[in-house]
Structures are given as structure tokens and as C-alpha cells.
């Protein structure tokens, strides 16, 4: 398993870095839109929607990210014709009320957790793409760290009733792991902020991480699978991959705004 995650690592992470980094912006929108839908279809999967509705609402959540590139927001009607529409459905393809709110909930659930996260890496990207490679390595030092010494030295139970395999030593080790790869990142991309504050900014992304982790481990549970999908060998799906950067994208950039404000 650990042989299979470094191969991967070591191919995976040099193509993403120069796809990121040398290529335009549009290049972008279209793998953060596949991974997106790759990712809203591993959700709905997990909660048992059909093969229809799920390929249709994993295109559906595509919406949010396309109009946060052209117009860096997601307008609000955005969600009411959203909303409006899986009402409609459910109202007329099924009868009875019963279980209508379960029926629902999958697919407006998904679209803000995976839809709308999502959109903040195309935010992150309007700003630099070195912000977005700053996002995704931190999280991943953290999730590193976390692996190998809660493996290592890890006893106490973090949260066993949701994430059996995680522990306190382990999530401290991603603070410190994400604190430090913030820190080298911040040198190695010569961003401009203080040193103490990039290390602020990994302990606060690898604590959103860990959230995140959670948040998806919550659901596995709930769905009864251990891995959100097959995408990647020896990595789990594409959401496994990205869960920790759903809930701390949104985090970075909300920093560097506040950074902005006060020290701009």
C-alpha cells in the first residue's frame, strides 16, 4: 500500500505541479471541473443514486465552479433554480412524501460540499497559482505526517466512532507537519508574508484538513465504505484525496483576504 501511494506521488505530483503552474487558467477550470464531478459522482454513489440522476447532477454541480471563474461568485440564483429543480423532481417522480427530504438531501448536500468548495480553488488560482500548490502540498505534508507518526507512535483515539484509524499523536503531528511545509513553501515560492504567519496559516489549514477528513470519514461510515471510490492506486478516490482541501480552500482564501486588509 505505502509502495503503491509513493509511486503514485512521485508521477502524480511533478505532472500536477508544471499542469498548475505553466498552463493557463482555463486548463485549470477543466481539471478542477473533472475532478469536481468525479467527486460529486463517488458521493452520490456512496448514498445509492441511480446511474442517471447521478451522472446528471454531477454535470448540474459543475455550475457553481464555471460561475465563479467567469464572475469570481456563485450568483444566488444560482441555488434557488438548484433547489427549485431537485424539489421538482423529487415531487413528481416519486409519490407520496415519504422520505422526500432523504431523497433530496444527497444531491444538495454534495453541491456545497464538493460544488461550492470546490469553486474556491478557482478564487485561489485568480490570485496565483503558487497559492493552490501552497493549499495542496500543505494539506498533503499535513495528511504525511499524520500517516506515518500516528502509525509510528500514535495511542490515543482521535474520534474511533468515526475515524477508527486516527489519532492524537497523529493529528499533532499534522499540525507540526503542516505548519513546517508552510513555512518552506512560503521560502520556496517567495511569498510575501512573515514567516510566523505562513506557519499560522499550516496549523490552521492542517486543522480545517483534519476536519475534513472527518467530515468525509463521517460519511463513509454512515454509507458503510471505506474508500470513497477506486481513482487512484493505493490513494482511495478522489474525494479521499481531496477532502481535507474541500473545507481548508475556503480557509486559505478568507486568510489572505484578512491578511490583505490589514497588511496591504
Request: hydrophobic share 55%; net charge positive.
Amino acid at each position: 500500500m505505502h509502495l503503491k501511494r509513493l509511486i503514485v506521488a512521485v508521477i502524480v505530483l511533478p505532472l500536477l505541479y508544471g499542469y498548475i503552474m505553466y498552463l493557463p487558467s482555463f486548463y485549470f477550470l477543466i481539471l478542477m471541473s473533472m475532478a469536481a464531478f468525479i467527486c460529486m459522482e463517488e458521493f452520490l454513489l456512496m448514498y445509492g443514486v441511480r446511474a442517471l440522476p447521478r451522472h446528471v447532477f454531477s454535470a448540474v454541480g459543475l455550475v457553481p465552479i464555471l460561475m465563479t471563474y467567469q464572475y469570481n461568485d456563485i450568483p444566488a440564483y444560482v441555488f434557488a433554480a438548484i433547489f427549485i429543480g431537485c424539489a421538482t423532481i423529487r415531487l413528481f417522480g416519486r409519490k407520496g412524501p415519504e422520505n422526500a427530504l432523504f431523497d433530496i438531501a444527497p444531491f444538495l448536500i454534495g453541491l456545497f460540499y464538493i460544488s461550492v468548495s470546490m469553486s474556491y480553488f478557482i478564487k485561489l488560482r485568480a490570485i496565483g497559482q503558487e497559492i493552490v500548490m501552497f493549499l495542496m502540498l500543505v494539506i498533503w505534508g499535513a495528511d504525511s505526517a499524520a500517516l506515518y507518526i500516528g502509525k509510528a507512535v500514535g495511542k490515543r483515539k482521535l474520534y474511533e466512532s468515526i475515524s477508527p484509524n486516527k489519532t492524537v499523536e497523529g493529528a499533532a503531528a499534522a499540525v507540526i507537519g503542516g505548519a513546517a511545509t508552510a513555512v518552506i513553501l512560503t521560502m520556496g515560492f517567495k511569498l510575501r508574508i512573515a514567516l510566523s504567519s505562513a506557519a499560522a496559516i499550516g496549523v490552521v489549514l492542517a486543522v480545517f484538513g483534519i476536519v475534513g477528513d472527518l467530515i468525509e470519514s463521517m460519511f463513509k461510515r454512515e454509507s458503510n465504505v471505506k474508500d470513497s471510490g477506486s481513482f487512484l492506486p493505493g490513494h482511495g478516490g478522489m474525494l479521499d484525496k481531496v477532502d481535507g482541501m474541500l473545507i481548508s480552500a475556503p480557509a486559505l482564501y478568507y486568510l489572505i483576504l484578512f491578511i490583505n486588509r490589514h497588511h496591504g
